[in-house]
């Protein structure tokens, strides 16, 4: 399986500032230092070598989409956040519109941030795609049709013209869909969310966002050990920092990098990738949190090595 | 866990030794909270002896220093060791309680 990241930001789109961006080019040429390139290629060394991340690139700002490549021709995502209208143009920019395709989505809840890319999916537009979006919650078709009707959207979701199905899933029930057994686990946020997992061919993906832990002392009694048990990825919702996670923000639905690695630890999951970003995070401020993480990591681990990542718009992992 | 207390002024020096973690980290919350409980209370978390914090030990600093607010006390930490300085600034909880190099420090300035 392979996970293809379209929008990895929590809560809002977070495009990238002029302040920003100027803060790029400034720290590039500084680390240059008035350096001469005689060729392209010495100059993408210098940027795939020497720079940060945070300064060769971004970790983008679309809201949370994520695709899951599993063999097949249908597409699999989670979320239909704003990095989906980014998935559909690349498809159309691959297959033009007359190919047709069909889409199987699974939500992990309803929240605006998570749906707002479907008014801009542009195979929904087109009449013979087949989009079935898998769900726990009874809400899903009117939040589909309400942010896409009158006054929020100029386009009524009637007028949509792919077939378009709503499944409820009921959580817990083990399901086979498009050739991947799908598990669901109810999650602490507003309103509730819900997790994924996801095996095939002895590859397990986990798609866990918008979620707040609350165990004391964890051990394997929490459910979330069980159901990440093994698991080759968790993309997991790291928003916050533990101190902010448990105070000031405590009950607003998320989790920190510090339970992400003890939870990845005590389930035996091979790599950690950080997801969902808090919207005020610089670039700068995601690669540090990178790096704490996984520092973290080694001071805490007690068994086999977990890789700790963080996503960004963009990212690739095959597992 | 072994927890180490001692009074010197007006404050009460807890002293635990080893890992603050999922075994351990119930003694330490339920020491910690019966420490903090009564009004005014001055409590200086010794970590010499401390090599490891996880989550759980640090969700219990939290209820104790929520504790300690309400009831007009003080609450600070002190001699961490390095990695355990380090766990509490990637948790960020360097901001949430005072932390102090040395034991004495700590108890002059809550003294």
């Known amino acids: ?319 | 866990m072994e927890i180490k207390e001692r009074r010197q002024s007006d404050v009460v020096v807890l002293s635990p030794i080893g890992r603050v973690d999922n075994e351990t980290s119930p003694i330490f919350q339920a020491k910690l909270l019966g420490t903090v409980g009564p009004a005014y209370a001055a409590v200086v978390i010794d970590f010499t002896e401390v090599e490891y914090i996880s989550s759980a030990g640090l969700r219990a600093i939290l209820m104790a220093s929520k504790q300690s607010k309400a009831t007009h006390g003080q609450l600070a930490v002190a001699a961490l060791r390095p990695i355990v300085r380090e766990i509490f600034d990637i948790s960020r909880f360097s901001n949430i309680v005072p932390i102090f190099v040395t034991t004495a420090e700590a108890v002059a300035a809550l003294g």
């Open chain 1, 1 to 319: 399986m392979l996970a293809r990241f379209w929008g990895t930001r929590g809560s809002l789109p977070t495009p990238l500032g002029h302040a920003a961006v100027r803060g790029k080019v400034k720290a590039a040429l500084t680390a240059a230092n008035g350096r001469l390139f005689d060729s392209e290629a010495a100059v993408d060394a210098f940027i795939d070598r020497e720079l940060p991340f945070s300064v060769r690139s971004t970790f983008g700002g679309n809201t949370s989409c994520v695709e899951l490549v599993a063999g097949g021709d249908d597409y699999v995502l989670c979320d239909l956040g704003s990095g989906a209208r980014e998935f559909g143009n690349a498809l159309l920019a691959r297959h033009g519109p007359g190919r047709k395709h069909r889409f199987h989505v699974f939500m992990s809840h309803l929240h605006w941030d998570h749906i707002m890319g479907f008014p801009f999916f542009t195979p929904a537009y087109i009449p013979g795609n087949e989009i079935r979006i898998y769900g726990c919650h009874r809400a899903m078709r009117d939040a589909f049709r309400q942010q896409q009707s009158a006054p929020c959207f100029p386009v009524d979701f009637r007028a949509l013209g792919a077939a378009i199905e709503f499944i409820e899933l009921e959580p817990g029930r083990p399901y086979e869909i498009n050739g991947l057994s799908v598990r669901t686990i109810l999650q602490n946020h507003a309103g509730d969310s819900y997790g994924y997992r996801f095996d095939k061919d002895g590859k397990t993906v986990v798609y866990s966002t918008d979620a707040e832990h609350k165990y004391g002392a964890l051990d394997d009694s929490y459910p979330f050990v069980g159901f990440f048990r093994d698991a080759d990825l968790l993309i997991f919702d790291a928003m916050y920092a533990l101190a902010d996670a448990i105070s000031v923000k405590e009950d607003w639905g998320h989790a920190s990098n510090i339970v992400g690695v003890e939870l990845a630890h005590q389930a035996g999951v091979k790599h950690l990738v950080m997801f969902h970003h808090e919207p005020i995070y610089s670039d700068a401020t995601l690669d540090k949190v990178l790096a704490e993480t996984q520092r973290y990591e080694e001071i805490s681990r007690a068994g086999a090595r977990l890789v700790v990542s963080t996503a960004y718009d963009g990212l690739e992992i095959e597992v």
